[in-house]
């Protein structure tokens, strides 16, 4: 690590520290290929299916290893966040295999469904109001209450270096990438994408795959500053959270660019992928694949590592489905 | 191949010529498990994914071997077939990669996206009226025509010996099973396992799972001699075929057991596959974890590998959706 501006910054030796903390809890994914989507496309893809994950998404990387790097003072006080997603899931799971207790503040509103997996791991609910208000004054108090660790869903540099281990794998997994492109929110996926990359592959083009109907990280790339939209509504979920400095600092300097997809593009190609590939994909995971459909020109020829981020749907409500 | 009751019986040399043969044209197909569905039912299992083959099943096996089998002369008349299912886009897909012509005879009924596929890989479809009399005689004229050779979808020596290689790959990949549980319908993936397993692992049982609404295979086990249905309703729809004599001839002799499920169950199986291993899988394919959830005493303990036979589904009408 080194300190910038008050951020610790995580450097590539912590990444090969997260790789070795959290090997024993989570899958070394496969990587997948599909020979009707390399004609489409005209490209070489090579998908690395997080959605085969623990707990279904690449952010039990981060999470484990902000759970597995504690002291155990700290440890024995647990962790905490706010999160109604996939961190919330994956913190459960790091934490149940630690054996030390997960709150997690979430709205009353969210669904039954995401409660009881995160129930399912060992985690323990506290709701709030369905407001920003709310949640920040329900979660200073059980913050208090319990001294749990607060690890936030991506602005944090143990949760960086844990998503780095993803592309730490695909490197290893698939010679001669020249492109890895990944789906953008937070921006905590993209930015251990561009750690690992920078430090071992800097030849490769990171991309960052966008909705355009929650393009803030797209906007704030142009900008030259972190823009944050209220609450952008977009059938991506994952993707609906803004920038922090941790991860502008990564994706400022090292993404090549950021590119953006229609709702139904998004959707057309998480269909697409369901169909040909037969895996279960999320909106959010469905951008890279949508943005590369958009852009055939920029991608033709290339050999790129698509990040499928991750594989938490309610099957239940297809997007295709609606209306 | 020996010659029983005017029958050609396929033996194990069969089974490594196919091996050798299809190699170029088919994906060694992985195994995946999960801990989720472990701790479930009590077993190992080891889910072999033909759903991530070529055309989205294992059918495609049989399909190579037979095509690639053929001579020159035979090969240029090119092959037929009467189906609306995985077998008609097997037998299409391998026709194409040799380059030779596939007729596929196909009720006008059949829904149209599997018409698209077929023609997709380059079959020619002749439609015919949606009753056995119909698809007969269109079949015989087609045949007549062309001179194409007819490939049966399962009892025909050349598809068993294909599907035989599976379960030949499944027992490399993973050591030390008890026991193969598959799907049966017309009993083409069962006699390949059987054929397999009685050749090379003759300790391993070998389970089929079936519809309880199409149930013709259990009570033929019980009878001792074929009972064919006349168009059994089920949502596993690959396995509403009888078996015949070919298939019978493995299935009475190395069975060790046929279990049935129920609807509900089925479809609950297939739900708690795609939510949990996030693959996509047919109903057909369910049918085995549906199986081994109802009958957790006499599979508990088992080291189980579970053929997932294909994972071409309607994904605008999944089956937990309808009414």
Known sequence: MKDVAGMEIPGFDDVLAAEARIRPYIHRTPVLTSSHLNALTGAELFFKCEN???AGAFKVRGACNAVFGLDEAQAARGVATHSSGNHALSL???????????????????????KEAVRGYGGVITECEPSTSSREAVFAGVATRTGAEFVHPYNDPRV?????????????????????????????????????????????????????AAD???RSLRAGHIIADDAPETVADGLKVPLKDLTW?????????????????????MKLVWKRMKIVMEPSSA??????????????????GVVVTGGNVDLDRLPWMKG
């Open 287 to 304: 951008v890279p694949l949508a943005v590369i459909l958009a852009n055939p020109g920029l991608f033709r020829g290339r050999r790129i």
């Open 249 to 269: 600092h990564f994706v400022s300097r090292h993404v090549t660019d950021i590119l953006t997809a229609e709702e139904d593009q998004i959707i057309a190609a």
């Open 52 to 54: 085969f994950q623990k």
């Open 160 to 212: 960086i270096a844990g998503q780095a281990t993803c592309s730490r794998e695909l490197l290893e997994q698939v010679e001669g990438l020249d492109t890895v492109i990944a789906p953008i929110g937070g921006g905590g996926m993209v930015s251990g994408t561009c750690l690992t990359v920078s430090s071992i592959a800097p030849g490769v083009d990171v991309f960052a795959a966008e909705p355009k």
């Open 92 to 114: 459960a799971y790091a934490a149940g295999r630690r054996g030390i207790p997960c709150h997690v503040v979430m709205p009353h509103t969210a669904p039954e469904a995401k």
């Open 216 to 218: 803030d990280a797209f």
